[in-house]
């Protein structure tokens, strides 16, 4: 089984960058797919990001798309995303986790999760 630890959170001002990276322990990632998704207090997980483990093919939501890139390191174990152009609306605690399906943007498609790390971005 896969351990999913995330890191990089913090308080920054708007146009500030963060970079978040998610170490996994256990299983290798391979032909497997990583996300990064988001949730604000009293609001429904968001699809942020998500690469595919052996190709490294991304997908991005709308909201991020051109400012936010995720990557992922195999030898590392590591996936990150970087942040750049941060806004308010983009304050949220941040999960990484992976998927077994190809493509996978839905949080009923993953069935590994981080505990979560804080980005608060103020005005």
């Not at 609001?43 to 595919?52: D, I, L, N």
Request: glycine share 10%; net charge neutral.
């Amino acid at each position: 089984q896969v351990q999913l630890v995330e890191s990089g959170g913090g308080l920054v001002q708007a146009g500030d960058s963060l970079r978040l990276s998610c170490a996994a322990s256990g299983r290798t990632f391979s032909l497997y797919t990583m996300g990064w998704f988001r949730q604000a207090p009293g609001k429904e997980r968001e699809f942020v990001a998500a690469v595919s483990w052996n190709r490294g093919i991304t997908n991005y939501a709308d909201s991020v798309e051109g400012r936010f890139t995720i990557s992922r390191d195999n030898a590392k174990n590591t996936v990150d995303l970087q942040m750049n152009s941060l806004k308010p609306e983009d304050t949220a605690v941040y999960h990484c986790a992976k998927s077994t399906s190809w493509f996978a943007r839905t949080p009923g498609d993953f069935d590994s999760w981080g505990q979560g790390t804080q980005v608060t971005v103020s005005s």
